[in-house]
């Protein structure tokens, strides 16, 4: 196998998108070195930047990078919260923010996209269609839709829609070649939107995946009916323990498309939400309801009955913060609030509900013991709930530009990730690198390892990351 | 020239990319706000990569200069709608856009800039007190003979509308005519503001002009200082301050003047039921706040305004600013023809603006597209017409 140089690399992805369209300076190197999370996952400059335009682009790229072992790494936004697009081995950034294309399929209620689409323009696109939705993530709604419905997102809708809104995907392989999962491999089928059939859903082998299995060049995703109405609400509660009956109710009755258990310090609540005097612990559940109007008032009656049962009250949310909820509800942006320290912090799992309150009590108690006062922890059941499944977040407002708290940061990775595994969890909500390590993950973790090396032997696609760190 | 007092904000930008859209919950749509990173694509365009360069600069990562660096920097317009996206959510608190215009006077001073186009604006500011390379005695050659010598009000006319838009400074001046306001103008002691110097991090020269043209204004004994041009009167209100001046006089751009004038009745004026669109310049809405005046003018006026959804604070760049028209034209012109484009579609056909650095460059852009048939005017222009 040839060991080619950089310039030679350089002018081969040159011929493959145009030169326009390909990188080795500095100045563009750096601005992929780190991201929020540099101090967890410590920066790397990659050696290329390059920005394809087609998925026959994408797959004489990863040809060429194949061939000669070169790293790459999959962008669609960037927005991740945990250093998935830093090059931790060098190699070729791969920006897909050129592959933008929207399919709206309005009869079947799908949409094909591509990787380079965000939510922002996935729902103005909607905005045509009314009566859809596409159902988008508690993150910056400039986050790739592809990208977060590839590594299983959490949404304000969880808790009566789930976390699974892909249901078939295009990708790349390391090698050059094209999957496409499900249904479009059937002969004359009428379209690639059904992945249960024939055998495996080859789509679960590669969601979740952190860019380490191709490149995926488009998705068809599921679009739902857009609700008459959507209304937040907001209950406070006098501890977190008469949360949780609540939660859990509202889950069985399906009387809300999402519940947050919530508690803010009281700096966390200020700078969350905007407001000002808060000086003790608040504990509330955000809710959103969705429904025709007369389902939503029902639905408004009977939370508020069960909240009433273990002394929660509504706090009755101002109109503008009513509107600016129901907006991050469709396409976030008011919620970049939480970082308004300087960075966000989070070590996200799934674990049963019942559980929940010890993942708060030790979360609260290491906070302390590593002296962050800023502690926001969330945690919403999510559908299907048997096996009480729990998204759990404890959130910490932090500023970075403070070395002393960086080290701090690191030591409460550390401590809090020990002490959910040692309360027990399902597992961690995404393959971070220094979150998953798949060396402690018995059997699935060699399975897992080794479908990785079966699909990409050379081990070209997003290294340094889990499976295979 | 001072990249390091930004570092502690180096680690709180999170790459959310609020900065390179307008922001969506306000218009409903999906439209860029950045003009370099929409059109140039990496992510070393965008706000979030010049802060990442920021931080490579500071840490020596860079060593040399490439015609990449000078790209990324100077294709920036200094527009500040990714300041305005952010700040108010993000826990990013430096601001962008002194941010880069430090970095554009840190690479200055390494000898690694600026671009030749920008350094002639600065051979020609040192040697004509303008950018245009024009001669300094022609800037009044417009200026007709009847002006009085002495006034409390001093009517700052700027480099853009003394040697490219001479018809925004007349029509200025007939306005303050038509309202019996004793005002004057500098003369051959009006200097170049320095903005063109300031934002391409050209610093050496603008302490001089700064004392200059504050010594010339306090000699006539201004109580007020009028300025039609935004870029001017953003020098003044912003720039001159931090350098360290106070200014003995007070400060005013010309909408806000007019405005006043107005109110008081001392304009009269007839209507013009046209249908028109305001473009927001950077230098006057963004940088200064001022977004309701103009505004207030056209309404008086009895005009059906249009507004753009890009409008005020969210407003898209001309194209011009920060030497970008001087240095990267046809990125300025298609900067411009986005912006162009928005105004037809909000239905006007007169596009209206308060800067004669914008009214320039949308004349330009829109000689090449005909088909689109607005008319560009500046606010000054209006009332002239109105009088």
């Known amino acids: 196998m040839a060991i080619l140089d950089y310039s030679t690399i350089e002018s081969e992805l040159a011929k493959i998108v145009g030169k326009e369209h390909v990188s080795s300076d500095m100045v563009d190197l750096v601005a992929h070195e780190r991201d929020d999370q540099f101090a967890t996952v410590p920066p790397h400059l990659p050696d290329f930047v390059v920005r394809p335009a087609t998925k026959v682009e994408i797959q004489a790229i990863l040809r060429l990078a194949n061939e000669h072992k070169i790293p790459v790494v999959p962008y669609g ?43 922002a323009q996935m729902v103005i696109a909607l905005n045509k269609y009314p009566h859809l939705r596409c159902l988008a993530p508690d ?15 959490i949404y304000p809708t969880s808790t009566r829609y789930g976390i699974d809104h892909l249901i078939t995907m295009e990708i790349v392989l390391p090698n050059g070649t094209i999957l496409d999962t499900g249904s479009a491999a059937t002969p004359n089928s009428p379209a690639p939107y059904c992945g249960i059939v024939n055998g495996p859903d080859l789509t679960k082998l590669f969601q979740a995946n952190v860019g380490t299995m191709g490149v995926v060049t488009e998705g068809r995703i599921r679009l739902y009916p857009m609700p008459e109405k959507i209304e937040p609400l907001m209950i406070r509660f006098p501890n977190f323990e008469s949360m949780m009956e609540p939660a859990k109710q509202y889950t069985l009755q399906n009387l809300v498309a999402g519940v947050w258990v919530m508690t803010f310090d009281p700096k966390a609540m200020e700078l969350f939400m905007n407001t000002k005097g808060v000086t003790e612990e608040i504990f509330a559940s955000l809710l959103f309801l969705e429904g025709t109007n007369q389902e939503v008032e029902n639905q408004k009656a009977q939370v508020l009955q069960i909240a009433a049962d273990t002394k929660g009250e509504d706090m009755v949310l101002p109109e503008f913060m009513k509107k600016e909820f129901i907006l991050d509800h469709r396409y976030m942006r008011t919620f970049i609030r939480g970082w308004r320290m300087g960075n966000l912090w989070g070590t996200s799992c799934y674990g049963p509900l019942k559980n929940v309150p010890k993942y708060y009590e030790v979360s609260k108690k290491l906070c302390r013991k590593n ?99 | 020239m001072d990249l390091t007092k930004f570092q502690p904000q180096f680690n709180h930008c999170m790459h959310c990319h609020l900065c390179y859209a307008a922001n969506w919950h306000k218009i409903d749509d999906w439209r860029i706000s950045c003009p370099s990173a929409a059109k140039f694509g990496f992510e070393s365009f965008y706000a979030a990569g010049k802060i990442e360069l920021a931080r490579a600069l500071v840490e020596g990562k860079i060593k040399d200069a490439t015609p990449r660096l000078l790209d990324v920097l100077y294709t920036c317009t200094g527009c500040g709608a990714c300041r305005e996206q952010c700040h108010e959510l993000s826990g990013f608190k430096a601001d962008h856009i ?39 005695n022609n800037r009044f050659l417009w200026l007709p003979k009847e002006i009085p010598s002495d006034g409390s009000v001093v009517y700052f006319i700027g480099c853009t509308s003394s040697y490219r838009q001479q018809k925004i400074a007349q029509a200025t001046v007939n306005v303050l005519k038509a ?30 002009l700064a004392s200059h043209n504050i010594k010339a204004l306090e000699n006539t004994g201004a109580k007020t200082v009028i300025f039609s041009c935004a870029g001017c009167y953003r020098t003044f209100k912003e720039d001159y301050p931090k350098l360290g001046y106070s200014l003995p006089f007070k400060i005013l751009h010309t909408t806000q003047y007019f405005l006043d004038l107005i109110r008081k009745n001392q304009l009269k004026l007839k209507s013009l039921p046209l249908d028109v669109t305001y473009h927001d310049p950077c230098h006057l809405g963004r940088h200064t706040r001022i977004y309701k005046q103009p505004r207030k003018i056209l309404q008086a006026l009895q005009m059906k305004v249009h507004e753009m959804p890009r409008n005020m604070e969210g407003a898209f760049c001309c194209g011009a600013g920060s030497g970008v028209r001087a240095a990267y034209p046809e990125f300025s012109h298609w900067v411009c023809k ?13 596009l209206a603006s308060a800067c004669p650095f914008c009214k320039n460059n949308f004349e330009e852009t829109n000689q090449t597209f005909p088909e689109l048939k607005l008319r560009i005017v500046d606010i000054s222009e209006l009332l002239e017409d109105a009088l």
């Open chain 1, 371 to 469: 002296k962050f006062e800023t502690l926001h922890f969330e945690a919403m059941p999510v559908s299907p709930f048997q096996g009480q499944t729990t998204y759990i977040d404890p959130c910490v407002m932090w500023d970075g530009g403070n070395p002393d708290e960086v080290e701090r940061i690191r030591q409460l990775t550390q401590d809090i990730r020990a002490a959910f595994l040692d309360i027990g969890i399902y597992g961690f909500f995404r393959a971070f690198p220094g979150t998953v390590n798949s060396n402690e993950l018995g059997m699935y973790g060699e399975i897992w390892r080794k479908i990785k090396q079966l699909i990409d032997p050379n081990n070209i696609m997003n290294p340094g990351k889990p499976p295979l760190a």
């Open chain 2, 179 to 208: 309202s019996n306001t004793p005002f004057t103008v500098l003369g051959p002691e009006e200097w170049c503001c320095g903005s063109p110097l300031i934002r391409t991090g050209q610093v050496d020269v603008v302490e001089e």
């Open chain 2, 338 to 350: 986005e912006r162009l484009d928005e105004a037809k579609e909000a239905g006007a056909s007169l």
């Open chain 1, 139 to 153: 993150a910056p709604a400039t986050a790739s839709v592809l990208a977060n419905y590839m590594l299983r997102g």
């Open chain 1, 77 to 119: 936004a960037g927005i991740n919260r945990k250093g998935l697009c830093i090059a931790s081995e060098g190699g070729i950034i791969l920006d897909l923010r050129r592959m933008t294309k929207i399919e709206i399929d309005e009869e079947m209620m799908v949409a094909k996209v591509g990787p380079g689409v965000n939510f």
């Open chain 2, 98 to 136: 002194e941010l880069f215009e430090t970095m554009k006077a840190y690479i200055v001073s390494k000898g690694w800039g600026p671009l030749s186009k920008h350094r002639e604006f600065e051979e020609s500011i040192r040697k004509n007190h303008n950018p245009y390379n024009e001669i300094h």
